[in-house]
């Protein structure tokens, strides 16, 4: 790897470090762990630099950077045999920082596990959230996505970086079921499929999309209202005839429409609910069951 200008500039940066906070073994450990990111295609030599010097002067000026927890979320746009098209610069990298406090709140709450509540956890107004949306509005608008673009890049980004995992008691290990709320999932990067849900369903409602909740015996996905131009399984809820194009979040490359086989025999036999997503000034519309013929495939 040739040596850059940015290359010296890091290392009398570390050598600071190292007579700043007295830990030789720190010093060469964060070069290394520079080195290699550079040299294996990790992130950019520039994030990585900033990084540094913001950590270099956080121990110089006593301001701890324990206050926040940073993460990075790495996706693509859906691409795949079938789906036709493959925008450029379509793998996305970004990186968020969090309030560890905060995130020790609402880890610490109390949960609702009743799945007709779960929809509570959507509409709950947490700044990192709304930050990640704003991220990903401008993301759209710098590369002219359509509305239904950017449902799908939203699919991928909580399909492709939030990894499936049951929830299990820390104390027994058996597993149990409960709601995270979205700086949860984010922050832990992991979650099961009411997270993954949840966390899809109040990016898209903070950018004005019309979304539900699909509340199966053994399963909870995404409900995702328009798109009528666009192929798919829908359900319709009985009360006010919305319909909802059926969308899973739990694994990378399910389009919005695409029912997962082991889900579908719920469907059509009508053992499923929709919870439609409400501001919490509206008015909130009961659950509604399905019949079999809530479900269409166009």
């Known amino acids: 790897m040739t040596l850059t200008f940015s290359t010296f500039v890091l290392l009398f940066i570390m050598v600071l470090l190292t007579l700043a906070i007295g830990s030789t073994v720190l010093g060469v450990a964060a070069f290394a762990g520079w080195w290699l990111a550079a040299r294996w295609g990790g ?109 799908c890049n939203i699919l991928a980004f909580v399909q492709q970086t939030i990894c499936y995992t049951d929830d299990l008691s820390p104390l027994t290990g058996k597993l149990i079921e409960y709601p995270k709320y979205p700086l949860e999932t984010l922050v832990e990067k992991k979650g099961d499929c009411e997270d993954q849900s949840i966390l899809a369903a109040a990016l898209l409602a903070a950018l004005d999309y019309k979304v539900a909740l699909l509340i199966l015996p053994v399963h909870v996905a995404l409900g995702v209202a328009g798109f009528d131009d666009k192929p798919g399984s829908r359900v319709i809820h009985p009360a006010t005839g919305v319909r909802y194009l059926y969308t899973e979040t739990t694994a990378p490359n399910w389009l919005p429409g695409e029912v997962p086989p082991q889900f579908r025999s719920y469907l059509a036999s009508g053992q499923f609910e929709i919870l439609p997503v409400v501001a919490t000034n509206e008015p909130r519309p009961q659950p509604a069951e399905l019949d079999p013929k809530g479900l269409q495939d166009l």
Do not use: C
Request: net charge positive; glycine share 6%; aromatic share 18%.
């Open 43 to 151: 992130q950019s030599t520039r994030r990585l630099f900033g990084r540094t010097v913001e950590y270099f002067f956080s121990q110089l000026w006593g301001r701890s950077p324990a206050a926040q927890i940073w993460k990075g979320y790495t996706w693509e746009f859906p691409t795949r045999p079938g789906f036709g098209r493959r925008m450029p610069g379509s793998r996305f990298f970004m990186e968020l920082p969090f309030n560890q406090q905060r995130y020790l709140e609402y880890h610490q709450r109390p949960r609702e596990l009743n799945p007709q509540e779960f929809d509570t956890y959507v509409t709950v107004s947490i700044p990192e959230v709304e930050a990640l949306t704003t991220q990903l509005r401008q993301l759209a608008q710098a590369h002219h996505y359509s509305a239904y673009d950017q449902l």
